[in-house]
């Protein structure tokens, strides 16, 4: 049986049953794990491993896709460093579209409803009208 170099192996499961299945594949002889370039052999952690696969659920969820998203950037950040600032984006994201909601409510509640239309300030000598939004709690006191 020869040997060949393998590019790339991905495996899904369980991330509590992480170590066992990849001691399992090394002692089984079929498969021999090397740590990969840049990472300095230093291990991510299990909530280092969730913010990285949250920030990857949430840059494949974006609408606009970066097309040199699997090639290497310049600067070598490592993965951490990028999970940790797309997780800040998709939380600045997620405070603006709620901003942005509360916003259209209050601009929605000011509009002006019915077919009123102000008289001229000379039909009313001078005076002029102000409208509140009235509790339905207290629609009594206009009787």
Request: charged residues 25%.
């Given at each position: ?42 291990v991510l952690e299990d909530t280092e491993r969730q913010q990285v ?91």
């Amino acid at each position: 049986m020869a040997i060949v170099k393998l590019q790339k192996v991905t495996f899904y499961g369980l991330s509590s049953q992480r170590d066992s299945v990849l001691d399992g594949l090394q002692q089984l002889g079929c498969l021999h794990l090397i740590d990969l370039p840049g990472s300095g052999g230093r291990v991510l952690e299990d909530t280092e491993r969730q913010q990285v696969s949250e920030a990857v659920k949430y840059l494949q969820s974006c609408a606009i896709q970066n097309n040199n998203q699997h090639s290497k950037y310049a600067d070598e950040r490592d993965c951490k460093t990028v999970a940790h600032e797309a997780l800040a984006n998709q939380t600045q994201n997620d405070r603006l579209v709620d901003e942005r909601e509360s916003l259209l409510k209050a601009i929605a509640a000011l509009e002006p409803w019915g077919e009123f239309q102000l008289p001229d300030l000379e039909q009313t000598r001078g005076l002029r009208f102000w409208f509140y939004a009235l509790p339905l709690r207290q629609r009594d006191a206009l009787q």
